[in-house]
């Protein structure tokens, strides 16, 4: 999907809390000359940086990997008073820390238990993978390149990262080599305003915030989040001791003037301390789908600078960003077999009726657009808003690569990933080391940052599509009258909410006027229903309530779609299903 043109945008001094922008193609040759670094940067970084670090378990930070302009930048606030007593407390890992020995020449370790790469089973590993730009499976099939890693590639001059590295033991910072990309694609991409960021590999944005609340939070803390958030984050903070109190939202997510009510009036003699950390997501939001404009960002970290609150930024769907949804009929589009949707470019996808013929999209070959239109049409995160260093960004590459691959990074300032750093030594370790060889050879050697940038407009046209399908569906087959919604701008779910005064038992007189027996049932009752009559219906939706960051105070019955998994077909068909329900529900013809 080709997104919007952006528009000339002045360039501005590294300290205004707008993006920086540039009129022209993303930069030129040198980091050296260059306030803002960019994709054609990193080959002339890379090769004035000192040799990356190839042994087993080197040690390596961002630090090593960042541009010569980002030491320009002031540093970040420190963070002492917010650490949890556990992690204040928490030591560097004596075995990881010898680690650091092995890089001086000659010397014979007898130290640490890494296993010899002799006795791993593996004398290779090869995937077939898409080249860019050509993505689909198709031509992934047709024209893919099949790369491989052997045992010693590194020994032999194949390689910078082999097996004999990636599936020993390594530090809890995850590789060098991968997070020397990762470390290069935040700033270019994000660009953080203050020069002591660095990254840390994670086994995930689960993991990682888990950890995270665990090195802010004491038990009977309290940390905000939206009213209804990632189910997960409820779940992860409830066996921590922490309670959650969800603030208002509205199409665009978080208020800001909710935010800054709630910590006003905080009353901590009732309520307890009052809350240091802030959990958002801001792009796509689960569950809801609602994206944060660039004002509303401007406008929460305004709030969370008033009231010193550290921000976990969990932002899995920053890149799938999508157009405003125009519908089929605002576009001329006529409807062939049930649904028809526009993709985002311009042609129409048909969408199978329910029991009609399979969907047939109708679709231009996808060709990206130049990476500095790509970004500069992308809703900045906070991270790329914050002066000081108050916020925690969770990246993953579960819903840009594959979930499987556990593997993610979080950027924060230099102390916090520290202590980040400290837990991961004792718990998690590291991410597998075969997945981290595997995103190695596909983004750093065959992909670099241009084709990596292009997949991920590869992967927003899709979603978009997809969200293009479900939307039209849902304006197709739901009754409008009783289920409301917006069509989501980033992101791959859709949020529906179900008019629950209207059903027949929420009614105060019977059918035939007379006075209903005993109380109407709840909101939370009438969600049960719906939800099982869609089960017996043959869709599955997941309930609102399981979102609710104050478990039990439902006042308004929700469902989450989602359109990632199912193809365009079953998300048709699954929608007329879920209307189906609805309408048996509530006793419609």
Same mark, same amino acid.
Request: with cysteine; glycine share 8%.
């Given at each position: ?126 995937? &077939?993978? *898409? @080249? ?10 047709? $024209? +893919? !390149? /099949?790369? #491989?890693?052997? %045992? ?120 307890? &301390?009052? *809350? @240091? ?10 569950? $809801? +789908? !609602? /994206?944060? #404009?660039?004002? %509303? ?123 980040? @750093? ?168």
């Amino acid at each position: 999907m080709a997104p919007p043109a952006a528009l000339p945008v002045e360039a501005r001094g590294l300290t205004d809390t707008s993006p920086i922008t540039l009129p022209g193609p993303i930069l030129a040759t040198s980091s050296h000359t260059h306030a803002v670094f960019g994709v054609p940067d990193v080959q002339p970084h890379r090769e004035c940086c000192p040799p990356l670090p190839r042994g087993v378990a080197a040690f390596a930070s961002s630090e090593m990997f960042k541009s010569p302009a980002n030491k320009a930048k002031p540093k970040a606030r420190r963070w002492d008073a917010r650490l949890s007593r556990e992690s204040a407390a928490r030591k560097k890992s004596s075995l990881k820390g010898a680690a650091a020995y092995l890089k001086i020449p000659g010397i014979i370790s007898l130290g640490g238990g890494l296993p010899s790469p002799e006795y791993f089973p593996f004398e290779s590993v090869s995937v &077939r993978v *898409p @080249v860019a730009p050509a993505f689909t499976e198709d031509e992934t099939g047709h $024209t +893919g !390149a /099949t790369l #491989s890693t052997g %045992r010693y590639d590194v020994r032999q001059g194949a390689s910078v990262y082999d097996l004999s590295i990636a599936m020993n033991y390594g530090q809890a910072t995850g590789a060098a080599q991968l997070l020397r990309f990762v470390t290069e694609h935040t700033e270019i991409v994000h660009a953080p305003r203050y020069a002591d960021w660095e990254c840390c590999l994670t086994t995930g944005s689960t993991s990682a915030l888990e950890m995270a609340m665990r090195m802010f939070l004491e038990p009977g803390d309290w940390i905000l989040t939206e009213e209804y958030t990632f189910s997960s984050a409820l779940e992860t903070a409830g066996p921590l001791g922490a309670r959650v109190c969800g603030v208002g939202m509205d199409g665009e997510g978080l208020l800001p003037k909710e935010l800054d009510r709630v910590l006003s009036d905080w009353d901590a003699e009732k309520r307890g &301390r009052k *809350p @240091v950390l802030l959990y958002t997501v801001p792009t796509g939001q689960n569950p $809801t +789908g !609602a /994206t944060q #404009s660039l004002a %509303r960002r401007k406008a929460v970290m305004e709030v969370c600078e008033r009231h010193d609150l550290l921000v976990i930024e969990d932002d899995p769907y920053f890149f799938l960003q999508m157009e405003e949804y125009v519908s089929p009929e605002e576009r001329g589009l006529g409807e062939v077999n049930g649904t028809t949707s526009a993709t985002t470019n311009g042609t129409a996808a048909t969408n199978g009726h329910r029991g009609g013929q399979h969907p047939a999209t109708l679709s231009p070959k996808f060709k990206p657009t130049s990476v500095h239109a790509f970004l500069s049409a992308l809703t900045p995160s906070l991270l790329s808003l914050d002066p000081h260093g108050r916020v925690l960004r969770l990246d993953s590459f579960s819903k840009i690569i594959a979930p499987g691959s556990r593997t993610g990074w979080i950027t924060a300032p230099a102390q916090l990933i520290e202590r980040f @750093v400290r837990h991961s030594e004792v718990s998690t370790q590291n991410p597998s080391g075969l997945s981290q060889v595997v995103l190695f050879k596909l983004l750093d050697e065959e992909w670099g940052h241009e084709g990596f940038l292009q997949w991920l407009m590869f992967i927003r046209a899709e979603y978009s599509r997809r969200r293009d399908v479900i939307v039209a569906a849902a304006e197709r087959h739901l009754p409008r009258h009783l289920c409301i919604w917006n069509p989501v701008r980033a992101g791959m779910f859709f949020w529906i909410r179900i008019d629950w005064r209207r059903h027949p038992l929420a009614a105060t007189l019977g059918p035939g006027g007379e006075p209903r027996c005993g109380p109407p049932p709840s909101a939370l009752e009438i969600e049960e229903r719906i939800f099982h009559t869609a089960i017996a219906n043959g869709v599955l939706c997941s309930r609102g309530s399981w979102f609710r960051a104050q478990k039990g105070s439902d006042s308004e019955v929700f469902l989450r779609l989602t359109f990632a998994a199912a193809s365009e077909e079953q998300i048709v068909e699954g929608v007329g299903r879920l209307a189906d329900a609805v309408r048996r529900e509530f006793e419609l013809d």
